[in-house]
T-cell receptor, first 115, second 113 residues
């Protein structure tokens, strides 16, 4: 089955700086890669996703890049703000909805924005 | 449009009791997924259901765990004879169709004493 590795486990950046979180996946058949943000005591919220026919996608301060050859994808957050502090999870699946196997998640990155 | 609803938000059970977790998908969604999150861990897929059908339960423990999604009413994740290792946050997600994005509920935090 799919295995997703996520790094770093904790990331502390100064407010206004950029943050980068990286994930690798094992199954070359995976073609859908969402990123979720989870605040304390809440469920994961989708922030951006990318499909394998696209190399990069951007939404305001958030961008995701995908390298299918190397089987890794990254989340980039620019001009970080205190409200960006949360745990971020990457995930992978073979269908855009997660399909019959569900989403396979990384272990998460605790992003801390220092004022 | 209300999001995915889960209840209860917190559930405390003693070892050997039963736990019932409920999930109401978003309006118009007929696909439900259950995930378990242990402390400091990512979410682990448990089961995928459509109305009245279990599509994939490959992530479910073989004993004590069951799930259903009846024609009417919420999806239920049932854990019989709970043990301390069942303590975790349980999340459900729903999607409109098989290929759509999954949206998550707020979770149920189960504590087994």
């Amino acid at each position: 089955g799919e295995n997703v590795e996520q790094h770093p486990s904790t990331l502390s950046v100064q407010e206004g700086d950029s943050a980068v979180i990286k994930c690798t996946y094992s199954d070359s058949a995976s073609n859908y890669f969402p990123w979720y943000k989870q605040e304390l005591g809440k469920g994961p919220q989708l922030i951006i996703d990318i499909r394998s026919n696209v190399g990069e996608k951007k939404d305001q301060r958030i961008a995701v890049t995908l390298n299918k050859t190397a089987k890794h994808f990254s989340l980039h957050i620019t001009e970080t703000q205190p409200e960006d502090s949360a745990v971020y999870f990457c995930a992978a699946s073979m269908d855009s909805g997660g399909g019959a196997d569900g989403l396979t998640f990384g272990k998460g990155t605790h992003l801390i924005i220092q004022p | 449009n209300a999001g995915v609803m889960q209840n209860p938000r917190h559930l405390v059970r003693r070892r050997g009791q039963e736990a019932r977790l409920r999930c109401s998908p978003m309006k118009g969604h007929s696909h439900v997924y259950w995930y378990r999150q242990l402390p400091e861990e990512g979410l682990k897929f448990m089961v995928y259901l459509q109305k009245e059908n279990i599509i994939d339960e490959s992530g479910m423990p073989k004993e004590r765990f069951s799930a259903e999604f009846p024609k009417e009413g919420p999806s239920i994740l049932r854990i019989q004879q709970v043990v301390r290792g069942d303590s975790a946050a349980y999340f459900c997600a729903s999607s409109r169709k098989y290929t759509d994005t999954q949206y998550f509920g707020p979770g149920t935090r189960l504590t087994v004493l």
